[in-house]
Nanobody, 115 residues
């Protein structure tokens, strides 16, 4: 079993920054990739960023250049650094882990960008 616990969400003004963390525990071998998704009210969940075990990163167009995904293998933690935040970044952000044919999810952390 795998457990993912997100933290770091909150309320921030437009133009501000937040760093989300995702702590991973449990059976953490043979991971293919990890990522961050978000879901805004009334919208479908979308992938925001993804990092493979080989270090390849991918971002959705709307956050490219503003968000950075990274990982600390020693701490079993994945981060999402979010800069130049916009009101349209408001959503619940979920951590995701891919292992074989399975996906695991965290409980989500709320990010609100508002003045």
């Amino acid at each position: 079993q795998v457990q993912l616990v997100e933290s770091g969400g909150g309320l921030v003004q437009p133009g501000g920054s937040l760093r989300l963390s995702c702590a991973v525990s449990g059976y953490i071998f043979a991971i293919n990739a990890m990522g961050w998704y978000r879901q805004a009210p009334g919208k479908e969940r979308e992938q925001v960023a993804r990092i493979t075990t080989g270090g390849n990163r991918k971002y959705t167009d709307s956050v490219n250049g503003r968000f950075t995904i990274s990982r600390d293998n020693a701490k079993n933690t994945v981060y999402l650094q979010m800069n130049s935040l916009k009101p349209e970044d408001t959503a619940v952000y979920y951590c995701n882990l891919e292992r074989g044919n399975y996906e695991y999810w965290g409980q989500g952390t709320q990010v609100i960008v508002s003045s």
